[in-house]
């Protein structure tokens, strides 16, 4: 491992720097989402089956529920008095928004080296064959190709190149799941709204028909 790194050049380290980078985020990101798959839908089942009962207990379970994204998304609603259904849906709505928008937080620095890995590696390939070509004369061409120098210096510069697809594509493919998990999360956002959404309508009708 460490011949290749020398091999490669100095454009290894940055690229070993941003590997572990991208790893330290692909890590948060897995721990993020087990905890998040592991709790929401039985937390939001809990909730609404509380809601159809009782929306200010619901309010009090959403409460201390809190922890988890969408405890966060259903108590929004339930925390506001008495609010109008349009108001009520806006609370959903914004809140599933913000929501949304921060689980994608920890996923810029994977688009970061999706991004630079690659070009890293060829800048460092670049690098490698001037290198590798400045140091040549004209009669010792020849000669280099015989004896395998120039094929040698072109495979090390090569190196660098091979080593940032690499960690664009690892990265590139957990990219992809994440959000491919925050989609999923989205349309649970959708369904588990619209269920709340609907039995506050209910709660509200009755409300006015006492009135």
Do not use: C
Request: charged share 20%; proline share 3%; no cysteine.
């Amino acid at each position: 491992m460490i011949e290749l790194i020398k091999a490669g050049g100095w454009v290894m380290y940055p690229l070993i720097a941003l590997s572990v980078f991208a790893l330290a985020g692909i890590m948060e990101r897995l721990i993020f989402w087990l905890e998040i798959l592991k709790q929401e839908r039985k937390t939001a089942e809990n909730i609404l089956a509380i809601a159809r009962e009782d929306l200010t207990l619901a309010a009090e379970i959403a409460e201390q529920s809190i922890q988890v994204p969408v405890g966060r998304f259903l108590y929004a609603p339930l925390a506001l008095k008495e609010p109008d259904p349009e108001l009520f849906r806006l609370a959903l709505e914004s809140t599933a928004d913000e929501e949304l928008a921060g689980m994608l937080k920890g996923e810029k620095l994977l688009e970061a080296a999706i991004t630079l890995a690659p070009l890293l590696g060829l800048l460092g390939t670049i690098t490698g064959l001037i290198s590798s070509f400045g140091s040549l004369k004209i009669g010792d061409v020849a000669a280099n190709a015989k004896s395998g120098g120039l094929t040698q210096g072109i495979a090390e510069a090569l190196i660098t190149t091979a080593t940032g697809l690499i960690i664009a594509i690892f990265a590139s493919a957990f990219h992809r799941l994440f959000l491919a998990l925050q989609d999923q999360q989205a349309k649970l956002f959708i369904k588990f709204g619209n269920q709340l959404e609907l039995i506050y309508r209910q709660h509200w009708q009755r409300l006015n028909s006492r009135s």
